[in-house]
């Protein structure tokens, strides 16, 4: 069954992510043929890898944001499972510290940006700062701005002004970014928490900070349609990947990665004629 990414692609236009839905038919028909699949995946991945290291033009970022239990890091675990580990790093942003909070708000996750050839992965990223921060106005204040630019009419809107301009900005050097959202249902949620409390191996994963996180989720719905909405755009497109089901979720993921890189046209570097008679020399050296 071939997985058709279009109907993931948010359109850059008002969201409302009560219409998108949070479960979608299996592309898998058992739990062997989900494994069947990731592994082809992956192995096609790591190809395509191998040769983005070697050419060494573009860098890709995926990003991955979602509410708590929607399994972003077993997406990310999963299916980049076959990465040559030196050409990948993963990135998780925590609380700003006292240093990162002296700086604008992109300048963290700016230092973290994947080199040429390399693909960067930030578990959550700069759209905490349009999200959490969003719905908890008080992180805002400790960030010490200056009072004229703290009006909630507008400081949303330039916070997405400066993520679409950086976003366009690495698309014309070469950087090729894909965002997914892993749209959970908040009834997912709560089976997910209560399993995490009732496995003694999954008991670390949850915490109370959590269950107080549930309480704002119709606000984090609100931030997130108008995030997803306002950055959507044609070079930097934001996916709406439903997380219901583990499995359907990272063989669509795996997927679209699939999709952007098979679209950079990569090629292995041909040698120039000098070295190629350098690599004839060495080889004789070696016959001998």
């Not at 990731?38 to 573009?58: D, G, I, T, W």
């Not at 990310?76 to 030196?86: A, E, F, T």
């Not at 306002?230 to 979720?249: F, G, L, Q, Y």
């Amino acid at each position: 069954m071939k997985i058709h990414t279009e109907p993931f692609r948010v359109p850059g236009k008002k969201v409302d992510l009560a219409k998108w839905p949070t479960s979608v038919k299996a592309v898998y028909h058992s739990k062997k043929a989900y494994k069947k699949r990731l592994k082809q995946q992956v192995k096609e991945l790591s190809k395509l890898q191998r040769l983005h290291y070697a050419s060494n033009r573009h860098s890709v970022l995926l990003i991955f944001q979602a509410m708590d239990a929607a399994g972003k890091d077993g997406a990310i675990r999963h299916v980049m499972s076959g990465v040559n580990p030196q050409g990948c790093q993963v990135f998780s942003f925590k609380h700003p510290t006292a240093t990162e909070l002296d700086h604008d708000f992109l300048w963290r996750t700016t230092r973290s940006l994947p080199e040429r050839g390399r693909i960067g992965i930030f578990n959550r990223s700069y759209y905490e700062e349009v999200l959490i921060v969003r719905v908890h106005p008080e992180i805002l204040k400790s960030e010490r701005l200056p009072d004229a630019l703290l009006d909630e009419k507008t400081i949303w809107r330039d916070r997405y002004r400066s993520i679409v301009d950086l976003e366009e900005h690495l698309h014309r050097n070469g950087t090729r970014i894909i965002k997914f959202f892993l749209h959970l249902s908040k009834e997912e949620q709560r089976k997910r928490f209560l399993a995490r409390i009732d496995d003694p191996d999954k008991n670390w994963k949850f915490s109370l900070a959590d269950l107080e996180e549930r309480k704002f989720w119709d606000d984090y719905m609100q931030a997130y349609e108008a995030c997803l909405g306002a950055t959507s755009t044609k070079h930097a497109p934001w996916h709406i990947v439903p997380a219901d089901d583990k499995k359907n979720a990272r063989l669509i993921i795996s997927e679209i990665i699939l999709d952007v890189f098979k679209g950079l046209k990569m090629s292995y570097p041909k040698p120039t004629s000098e070295r190629r008679r350098e690599l004839k020399s060495i080889r004789a050296k070696l016959m001998k």
